[in-house]
């Protein structure tokens, strides 16, 4: 599993009250049925068989229970990614399916 660019929860550029954006990437589709469970959440299908979750995630503890619910879904994890802070950018889950 690869973390990348795992900073201490207060680091989140200039603004500590704007969330994290985190990609998570875990081997399997997803079914439409887990849309709900990963509220908050984009969940894209890859091409090559994988999940990506990407969202704004409030702090660690919030981290923390997205990856004990995909834990919890017996799916391997195989990256959780910082790729900016505050709002998501559309243009992240660009050529791909979502769910």
Known sequence: MDIHNMPDEGN???D??????????IRGHL???WQEWFMG?????QEDGNT?????????AALHGILKK?????????????V??????????AGTEHV
């Open 31 to 33: 079914g439409q049925q």
């Open 41 to 45: 959440l984009t969940i894209v299908l």
């Open 70 to 82: 995909v834990r919890d879904l017996g799916m391997p994890l195989l990256a959780v990614t910082i």
């Open 84 to 93: 900016g802070s505050g709002p998501l950018d559309d243009s992240l889950g």
């Open 52 to 60: 990506r979750l990407t969202g704004a995630v409030v702090d660690q």
């Open 12 to 14: 989140r550029g200039n």
């Open 16 to 25: 500590p009250s704007r969330p994290t954006v985190y990609e998570i990437r």
